[in-house]
T-cell receptor
Framework: DAKTTQPPSMDCAEGRAANLPCNHS???????VYWYRQIHSQGPQYIIHGLKNNETNEMASLIITEDRKSSTLILPHATLRDTAVYYC??????????????FGKGTLLTVNP | DTEVTQTPKHLVMGMTNKKSLKCEQHMGHRAMYWYKQKAKKPPELMFV???????INESVPSRFSPECPNSSLLNLHLHALQPEDSALYLCASSHQTDTQYFGPGTRLTVL
């Protein structure tokens, strides 16, 4: 699976949009971009994933660049409860070896009052 | 419903004890996983079960023994652990290789 690069930490004011970047310059054509987050001492929570097109759900939006070498997770109105480590993971969705999720170090997002 | 449950929430054990961690899901997922997470580190895959058969073992020491008695249950049997095995143990499940959903974890302390 392709490696990802994320900033180690970011701050965001409560109520503002949080934009979390991820670089995945070696991504392959069949690899999806997944985002998970982990609130302190809890299990990782799935947020969103996409292949080429931008995606939106009730939690967030995912913007993937046209060359697919980077992406941005957008939390439109951050709250204090969004403080967590956010992981960007790229993974192919088919094939026996692709059960594996390889977590990087992630970005610690701190939402401030 | 995307709930994966894990018991116990916390476990303290001695190095000579035998204990088990349990994981359950009722989403009809046929792939189940164990991950280990040390403090301030990302989760690392330990085992994958697919259709109740062990599919991946990431070179985990034999003192960790997984078991999948049926499609809804996953156990991790622990024996002769070391203090460095203290960690958060996470269970996850997925529909084949699709999105994985994680449980809350079991916080294990080995004395």
């Amino acid at each position: 699976d392709a490696k990802t690069t994320q900033p180690p930490s970011m701050d965001c004011a409560e109520g503002r949009a949080a934009n979390l970047p991820c670089n995945h310059s070696t991504i392959s054509g069949n690899e999806y971009v997944y985002w998970y987050r982990q609130i302190h001492s809890q299990g990782p929570q799935y947020i969103i994933h996409g292949l080429k097109n931008n995606e939106t759900n009730e939690m967030a939006s995912l913007i993937i660049t046209e060359d697919r070498k980077s992406s941005t997770l957008i939390l439109p109105h951050a709250t204090l409860r969004d403080t967590a480590v956010y992981y960007c993971i790229v993974r192919a969705d088919s094939g026996g070896s692709n059960y594996k999720l390889t977590f990087g170090k992630g970005t610690l997002l701190t939402v401030n009052p | 419903d995307t709930e994966v449950t894990q018991t116990p929430k916390h476990l303290v054990m001695g190095m000579t004890n035998k204990k088990s961690l349990k994981c359950e899901q009722h989403m009809g997922h046929r792939a189940m996983y164990w991950y280990k997470q040390k403090a301030k580190k990302p989760p690392e895959l330990m085992f994958v079960y697919s259709y109740e058969k062990l599919s991946i073992n990431e070179s985990v020491p034999s003192r960790f023994s997984p078991e999948c008695p049926n499609s809804s249950l996953l156990n991790l049997h622990l024996h002769a652990l070391q203090p460095e095995d203290s960690a958060l143990y996470l269970c996850a499940s997925s529909h084949q290789t699709d999105t994985q959903y994680f449980g809350p974890g079991t916080r294990l302390t080995v004395l």
